[in-house]
Nanobody, 126 residues
Framework: QVQLVESGGGLVQAGGSLRLSCAAS????????MAWFRQAPGKEREFVAA????????DYADSVKGRFTISRDDAKNTVSLQMNSLKPEDTAVYCC???????????????????WGQGTQVTVSS
């Protein structure tokens, strides 16, 4: 089992940047695929970015491609989301998710993941 804790959210002006981090407990973090999802008020949870074990592959939602970068540091048991050129429509609660798998394909559905953090609020003002 793994526990996930997000940090790094906050209030930023449009065009600004934020870096989210997700710290995971457990000794086998490197065996987990990780992802970020977000949910805005009144909207469904949506996929943002995913990374496989050993960073074999990454994937992004079209809406964030070219602006966001997902990465992982297995030595520190963390996965990060660097968010640049933020837009007001990026405002949401961002959650990280994990699943123990050696799959080389990324997973974009929230149903594919077994563990979730509590989330961190990102607010982008116009």
């Amino acid at each position: 089992q793994v526990q996930l804790v997000e940090s790094g959210g906050g209030l930023v002006q449009a065009g600004g940047s934020l870096r989210l981090s997700c710290a995971a407990s457990g000794r086998t973090f490197s065996n987990y695929a990780m992802a970020w999802f977000r949910q805005a008020p009144g909207k469904e949870r949506e996929f943002v970015a995913a990374i496989t074990w050993r960073s074999l592959n990454t994937d992004y939602a079209d809406s964030v491609k070219g602006r966001f970068t997902i990465s992982r540091d297995d030595a520190k048991n963390t996965v990060s989301l660097q968010m640049n050129s933020l837009k007001p429509e990026d405002t949401a609660v961002y959650c990280c998710a994990a699943r123990r798998t050696f799959a080389i394909a990324t997973m974009k559905s929230w149903e594919d993941y077994d563990y979730w953090g509590q989330g961190t609020q990102v607010t982008v003002s116009s």
